[in-house]
Each structure stands twice: as structure tokens, then as C-alpha cells.
């Protein structure tokens, strides 16, 4: 329902989603639930909301200890922060998700916390920066055929025609 703009109907999924994984102790569905929940909070303009249900992904996938799903929760508290306009925080946010992503070796979670943070490197006025980030990013994402290299190349391209270096 997401993918398809219900994201109410989603959200209503999402919910019973966790209360079964809650009833039923499973850690990892509660975590997953609880990501979800704070994608299609996000997805319906409530970022506050959103932000409170991506800790306590992060907080229950500690539990757990599983880094994927603390990956995913930190990289949702980083997006919400930077729609919010918070880009220290979402900066902040991607460095952890990038430097846990290096250490398990996850390319593709590599690739699209660099192209995060070069959106915010763009949005602070450092193009320069934006564009190295980016350019690493597309460079991963190239070579592990990732669906979303498109976008990040026309980012890319645009931010080049733009920066003037003076």
C-alpha cells in the first residue's frame, strides 16, 4: 500500500502487523513493524510521529542486536531530519548509518548514505561536497547495478552544471 500512495491503508497494516508480532514476542517482526509504521508516518507528513517510531525500531533492533534493522532505523531518523530541515542531525544520523554500513559491508546501504548525505552537502550550500559524495555513491551503485543509479546520476549531473567552482 505504500508503493501505492495508501499510505493510511499501509499504516493500518503496519499497526496490526506489531501488535501480532508484540502477542507473539517476535522481536524482529516488531522491529520491522515499527520501521514501517515510521516509513508511512513519514510517507503521510507526520515526521514527528515518524521520528518516535524509528527510535524505538532502533532501540528494539539493539535488543536484538541486529544491525540491518538498526541500519534501516537510522537511516529513517536521518531522513526525517533532513525533510524537516534538521541537516546537522540527518548528517550526524547518515555518519553512523555510513560507518555501519562499512563494517558490515553492505555496498548498497554504502552507496545510498553517501547519495543521503551529498543531498545534504547540497542543501547546505557545499556543492563541492555534494558532488564527491554523490559521485562515490553512483560509482558503487553502478557496479552493483542498483535500481536507483539513475537518480543519483541525474542529481550528479545537475549539481555539476550548476557548481561554478570560483
Known amino acids: 500500500y505504500d508503493l501505492l500512495g495508501e499510505s493510511q491503508k499501509a499504516l493500518e497494516h503496519h499497526q496490526a502487523y506489531l501488535a501480532i508480532a ?20 513519514e510517507q503521510l507528513g507526520e515526521g514527528d510521529k515518524a521520528l518516535e517510531y524509528y527510535v524505538l525500531q532502533l532501540d528494539t533492533a539493539k535488543e536484538i542486536q541486529d544491525e540491518r534493522r538498526q541500519l534501516s532505523a537510522i537511516g529513517g531518523l536521518g531522513n526525517v531530519y533532513r525533510k524537516k530541515g534538521m541537516l546537522l542531525q540527518a548528517i550526524e544520523q547518515y555518519q553512523i548509518q555510513l560507518d555501519m554500513a562499512q563494517a558490515l559491508g553492505d ?12 543531498i545534504c552537502h547540497n542543501l547546505q550550500g557545499d556543492p563541492e561536497t555534494a558532488i564527491l559524495l554523490a559521485g562515490s555513491s553512483l560509482q558503487i551503485m553502478e557496479q552493483i547495478e542498483d535500481p536507483i543509479s539513475n537518480t543519483v546520476k541525474d542529481h550528479l549531473d545537475k549539481w555539476k552544471q550548476e557548481f561554478q567552482p570560483g
Open 107 to 118: 555496498n548498497r546501504s554504502i552507496a545510498r548514505t553517501l547519495f543521503n548525505l551529498a
Open 22 to 41: 508484540i502477542e507473539i514476542g517476535d522481536k524482529r517482526g516488531e522491529s520491522t513493524a515499527l520501521g514501517n509504521i515510521g516509513v508511512s508516518l
